[in-house]
């Protein structure tokens, strides 16, 4: 009589198990995985390539979706109804400060078309002839990207990142696009340059 058998897999992540059907009887072999170099070096090796390649001025490309989600452009809300206004900007993950008691947008800052970094504000002022205070730009350089963020959304201003990824770890403003001491518009965007800081890790 001829025997024929048939096997069932079933894997975790360390071992195999199967099920072989042999002469109507079931028998049950329990195999190990063997982990080649490969599989246990690539995450390593991963993290060790995200950290060195910077210090060679080489920096994560972002896809324009991944771009998107860290850079935002502001609309265009002159002459919108400020509620309206409002919807559009909390849709869009940005903050925004109303200045004046009107109900319509008669000025903004960042203007339409400005770039600034998810959850930037956008000041709108509901009032004609409003004349903007003025805001001193701070010193960041040598500041980490949490710190300048945090200093810049106090003083109401935005920014956006140049060189690397603000959310990335290690890095140093290097340059900022308005130099410290001048007096600028609630909401004005500041381009920061970041540097990888060779003394972090």
């Known amino acids: 009589m001829t025997e024929s058998h048939k096997v069932c ?9 199967r099920k072989l059907i042999f002469n109507n ?5 329990v195999e190990d995985i063997v982990f080649y170099g490969s599989y246990v070096a690539a995450p390593c090796a991963r993290n060790v390539m995200e950290e060195a390649l910077p210090y060679l001025g080489f920096y994560p490309e972002y896809t324009e979706e991944q771009i998107a989600k ?14 309206l206004a409002q919807a559009t900007l909390s849709e869009m993950g940005l903050e925004y400060t109303v200045v004046g008691e009107g109900k319509s947008v008669v000025g903004q800052c960042p203007s339409t078309g ?3 970094s998810a959850g930037g504000n956008v000041v ?12 001193e730009v701070p010193d960041l350089k040598g500041f980490t990207a949490a710190d300048a963020n945090k200093t810049l959304t106090e003083l109401g201003l935005n920014h956006v990142s140049v060189g690397a990824n603000s959310e ?14 001048e007096k600028v518009e609630p909401g004005t965007v500041i381009t920061l340059t970041y540097l990888v800081n060779s003394q972090s890790g």
């Open 9 to 17: 897999s079933v894997s975790s992540e360390k071992s195999v198990l």
């Open 25 to 29: 009887r079931e028998v049950f072999l």
């Open 70 to 83: 860290l850079n935002v452009t502001v609309p265009l809300l002159v002459d919108s109804d400020l509620e």
């Open 114 to 116: 400005s770039t600034i």
């Open 124 to 135: 709108l002022y509901t009032e004609s002839g409003y004349k903007p205070e003025k805001v």
């Open 168 to 181: 990335d770890s290690g890095i140093l403003v290097e340059q900022q696009s308005i130099e410290a001491g």
